[in-house]
């Protein structure tokens, strides 16, 4: 899974024009003279020379939101010296520390304004995170003993899911106080497969998302 998919300055300039337009204004609202307009002096041709529409520079920007982290979690994956339990704690904090980053460059995430952008991203949990990344880690666990579950495809949807909407304060808002009993209870839920493992170095990585 290669990680420099749009490694050229002027691409990297466009995705973050482009970022911080959709996060603003909304997806249909950001036109590409919008674009154009805060690319310092570049023409709409440079865009068309690395991106062929609007929606591709799109693509772009949400692979760039949700993947920032893959190669740390990559070398988690490969790991042999962690059991599928530790790795998946260490998954967690990678993403959340991931997610950080990427509040601090481009802010919180408004989904009432970028409603296409909230599909493409819970399509990219289902269908790349989910089995590419938690999935292989669960069941590891089961295979070496540290997780518990019948459902390991189920469990990693449910993870990524629950992790990166419900409980993340980026999309859905809440007080400090709000996340700790998130935590507790999505914690408590998931000790039958012996995941309980929102541990306070977890939570205080959350908060900092506020």
Not at 142 to 157: F, H, M, N, Y
């Amino acid at each position: 899974m290669a990680r420099n998919k749009y490694p050229e300055k002027t691409e990297k300039l466009i995705i973050s024009v482009a970022t911080k337009l959709f996060l603003e204004k909304g997806y249909e609202n950001t036109s590409l003279n919008d674009i154009v307009k805060n690319l310092g002096g570049l023409t709409k041709g440079a865009i068309y020379s690395h991106f062929k529409s609007k929606e591709e520079i799109y693509q772009a920007v949400v692979y760039e939101l949700s993947a920032s982290s893959d190669d740390a979690i990559e070398e988690i994956i490969k790991s042999d010296e962690l059991n599928g339990r530790q790795k998946i704690v260490l998954v967690l904090k990678k993403s959340l520390e991931a997610a950080i980053e990427n509040h601090k460059e481009s802010g919180r995430v408004d989904y009432a304004k970028n409603p296409k952008m909230l599909y493409s991203l819970l399509l990219e949990l289902k269908d790349e995170i989910a089995p590419l990344f938690i999935l292989p880690i669960i069941e590891e666990g089961i295979a070496d003993g540290s997780i518990i579950t019948e459902c390991p495809k189920e469990l990693s949807e449910l993870l990524a899911f629950v992790v990166n909407f419900w409980i993340n304060p980026l999309v859905f808002e809440s007080s400090p106080n709000e996340i700790v009993k998130k935590c507790k209870l999505f914690s408590s839920m998931l000790a039958p497969f012996n995941l309980d493992i929102l541990d306070d170095e977890l939570i205080d990585k959350l908060k900092e998302l506020n």
